[in-house]
T-cell receptor
């Protein structure tokens, strides 16, 4: 069965700290790995990773994929209270759409709380 | 370009009742996927519609059903509501099956 596992499930830090969120996966077919930020309702897209070892950056956020280790990390530097959210990792199974799990398999998410 | 919209924002139903949730896809998108997100969990795939036909289904019972209309908007219907159906229901549209998905704001359903 395809699965995505995120750790930790929750994390409390103070403003200015750096955090690393982890995502590992076991899937039958892999097209890409995606990170989303979910503050209240709609997950908003952060990154899509397809190639190993290539870091993607957006401001204080960065992410990298390790296809050998079947994992990815999301780093947030100099955290702010506005970073408080649930961070979701999902694997896109690509051509496996229409199957019993659809083409996006999500982890449970990491709930990040940033205290002032 | 209009994003994905969902209605209603939230609603409360009683066990045994039926509910219909609605989703308008992003302009130009012909594929809609529905997800259930229980508290503390990641979204779980319910089903996907492509050009008005069901194009895949997750492990949800038949009382979860859907429709897609010629304008590619979609409905999720849930019959005989159970307490465990309480969740955030997200829809996501994409240009085609397997394409990048854009999520709507969700409908929060509470079953009492």
């Amino acid at each position: 069965e395809d699965k995505v596992v995120q750790s930790p499930l929750s994390l409390v830090v103070h403003e200015g700290d750096t955090v690393t969120l982890n995502c590992s996966y076991e899937v039958t077919n892999f097209r890409s790995l995606l990170w989303y930020k979910q503050e209240k309702k709609a997950p908003t897209f952060l990154f899509m990773l397809t190639s190993s070892g290539i870091e993607k950056k957006s401001g204080r956020l960065s992410s990298i994929l390790d296809k050998k280790e079947l994992s990815s990390i999301l780093n947030i530097t100099a955290t702010q209270t506005g970073d408080s959210a649930i961070y979701l990792c999902a694997v896109d199974l690509g051509l496996n759409y229409g199957g019993s799990q659809g083409n996006l398999i999500f982890g449970k998410g990491t709930k990040l709380s940033v205290k002032p | 370009e209009t994003g994905v919209t969902q209605s209603p924002t939230h609603l409360i139903k009683t066990r045994g009742q039926q509910v219909t949730l609605r989703c308008s896809s992003q302009s130009g998108h012909n594929t809609v996927s529905w997800y259930q997100q229980a508290l503390g969990q990641g979204p779980q795939f319910i089903f996907q519609y492509y050009r008005e036909e069901e194009n895949g289904r997750g492990n949800f019972p038949p009382r979860f059903s859907g429709l897609q209309f010629p304008n590619y908007s979609s409905e999720l219907n849930v019959n005989a509501l159970e307490l465990d159906d309480s969740a955030l229901y997200l829809c996501a549209s994409s240009l085609m099956p397997g394409g990048e998905q854009y999520f709507g704001p969700g409908t929060r359903l509470t079953v009492t």
